[in-house]
């Protein structure tokens, strides 16, 4: 008997072991929705019996039975698109089989595809955009933002950023509606956290995260994997049942937190990506200012700048990127700032108020920091090495990047150099370019790059190489947490990454564009709703797309299904609707 069969069956037997007990439990039954089924959907009933059996044991809410809609208001398929007056640089585009309603103030999206039904909550659990503007194909809805993914059977994450997945709703068609059976506890949030069953942990000796970053790679044993999230890997070893005690520890003062928007918003506190009472709830330690300084790994323990010494049964290391320091004359100079902890928004924000700044690198960071500055300093200056900024995006896209800036009041000096910063008193005031351009600058922010934070390795007999990493970190938590438990592994990792400006423009870009011979640029640039394609050998590499479209994310979905897009192909999909190849 496998352990689903199983834990239905504990469940059975718990609900039949006395006539008085069964009584009790109908009672129950009728006024609460305990351990009713049809509140949840088939698929979940289906795929996921075990959690299914411990949640319904434990919500005890009030059922929800309502009718959402007619029938006929779901489409079947094809796509249709109309403004969303709100947002005018998206709209609900290709909303391919969904529809959204409303259950008591709860958005909900309802999927039709080849006559079934299925239902999942209506917000994205990244950063609560709706998802009617996504995808939908082969039982998975895709956010139109970031590319989150969702199961519409289970509301399990399929595919990162977001840290939760979503409530699946049983959704029925009687006569001519569709009724949606559900709690109240399961309608009373868009997301849904995992809950944790395990409720001892072993007495061996524990995992050990070091760092709070986004990449790394895991050692102890024979595990050496580069790239996992030390949050994704806490959480995914208690998901997949690890029941060995967790540590995390890292060099900063706040628990884990979402990095990304450090660089959008730098007048905001860091976001925490869980509450201390979820750390408690999942048995993983946290803690604070603990700086890993070496790694002895036949013996299995780590040194802590403090000096004391701690055993691990297997250790992750992922400390992320450290960043690139200004090498220049002047470069120790007060003043200068770079952007990677939570520490840092703040820190530049009090002193480029009323001041001239200037933002050394153009790319993500040095931009979107830039933009972040504008209205509270008196001017604001990027120093771009290349012909356009965000040169990783293509020069058409670097252009109309630099105009719109430029419209905003943030002077973009191209193809410049730094040659050296001087000051008076210890203090930041001039940036010289090579050029002899002098700039006034009270504040300087660089933001040059990242390079991996394992240099202090090297010492500690691990062998490191030089790949790099990206937002897929995530995803390789998962996977790192699978393999230390020596459980399957399904690599479909798509590389994905996003930039939002002034919180009104966002570009999205999906796979790897390095190598690439050719591009395709549809749309307008300048107006920020177009799609390009990046070729190499007549096969798409890369997909960046700005405004409605939904091309990146249905890139990315093509690259998890291994479907290969050719040149032929874009060629006839000349409105950029990537789902006809998804079916």
């Not at 070893?237 to 990095?259: A, F, H, N, Q």
Request: aromatic share 8%; proline share 4%; charged share 25%.
């Amino acid at each position: 008997m496998d352990d689903n069969s199983a834990a239905l069956m504990a469940l059975l037997r718990k609900q039949t072991s006395t006539a008085e007990a069964d009584k009790n439990k109908e009672e129950k039954d009728k006024s609460c929705g305990m351990y009713r089924r049809e509140y949840f959907s088939e698929d979940y009933t289906q795929h996921g019996i075990s959690d299914m059996c411990r949640e319904m044991e434990y919500d005890d809410s009030a059922p929800v039975e309502e009718v959402v809609c007619r029938v006929d208001e779901v489409p079947e398929g094809g796509s249709f698109s109309y403004p969303d007056t709100q947002e005018p640089l998206f709209c609900r585009h290709f909303s391919f089989r969904m529809h959204e309603v409303e259950l008591r103030g709860r958005k909900i999206v309802i999927v039709r595809d080849k006559g079934k039904f299925s239902a999942v909550n209506g917000l994205c659990a990244h950063y609560n955009w709706p998802l009617i503007n996504g995808f939908y194909s082969n039982g998975k809805i895709r956010c139109q933002l970031h590319g989150a993914c969702f199961n519409t059977g289970t509301g399990d994450i399929e595919d990162y950023p977001t840290f939760d997945g979503l409530h699946p709703f049983n959704v029925r068609k009687i006569g001519e509606n569709l009724v949606i059976s559900t709690t109240e506890k399961r309608l009373g949030s868009d997301r849904h956290t995992k809950p944790n069953w395990i409720r001892r942990i072993t007495t061996e000796k524990p995992i050990i995260i070091v760092g709070g970053g986004c990449s790394g790679l895991i050692t102890g044993m024979t595990f050496t994997f580069y790239g996992p999230a030390a949050q994704s890997i806490a959480e995914n070893l208690r998901v997949e049942g690890s029941r060995t005690p967790i540590i995390m520890m890292t060099k900063e003062s706040i628990t884990p937190y979402d990095r990304v928007l450090l660089s959008k918003r730098l007048d905001n506190p860091a976001v925490a990506l869980r509450t201390e009472e979820f750390y408690t709830e999942n048995h993983i330690v946290v803690r604070l200012n603990s700086e890993v300084t070496s790694i002895d790994p036949p013996y299995h323990t780590l040194t802590l700048a403090d000096g004391s010494l701690h055993e691990y049964s297997k250790v992750v290391i992922a400390v992320g990127g450290a960043v690139r320091k200004l090498r220049n004359e002047g470069a120790d100079l007060k003043g200068i700032h770079t952007l990677r902890n939570h520490a840092d928004p703040a820190g530049i924000m009090a002193e480029a108020k009323g001041e001239d700044v200037v933002c050394i690198g153009a790319s993500f960071i040095g931009t979107e920091a830039a933009c972040a500055l504008v209205g509270e300093a008196k001017s604001v200056t990027v120093i771009c090495t290349t012909a356009e900024p965000v040169p990783a995006l293509g020069e058409a896209i670097g252009r109309s990047l630099r105009l719109y800036f430029e419209g905003k009041c943030i002077k973009i000096i191209t193809n410049a150099r730094v040659s050296k910063l001087t000051g008076a008193d210890g203090r930041v005031q001039e940036v010289h370019l090579v050029d002899g351009t002098v700039l006034p600058a009270r504040c300087v922010v660089a933001g040059i790059g990242v390079d991996p934070d394992t240099a202090w390795m090297a010492e500690c007999g691990i062998e490191l190489d030089k790949r790099g990493f990206v937002k897929t970190a995530q995803k390789h938590g998962q996977m790192a947490a699978r393999s230390m438990l020596n459980k399957p592994i399904v690599d479909h990792n798509v590389p994905f990454f996003w930039a939002m400006y002034f919180w009104i423009i966002s570009i999205r870009f999906a796979g790897v564009s390095e190598g690439h011979d050719s591009t395709v640029l549809r749309g307008d640039t300048d107006s920020f709703v177009f799609v390009q394609y990046y070729f190499r050998d007549n096969r798409v590499i890369a997909v960046c797309s700005a405004g409605p479209s939904l091309a990146s994310i249905q890139f990315e979905s093509m690259c998890s299904r291994k479907i290969t897009l050719t040149r032929e192909m874009v060629e006839n999909a000349p409105d950029d609707n990537l789902s006809v190849y998804l079916k």
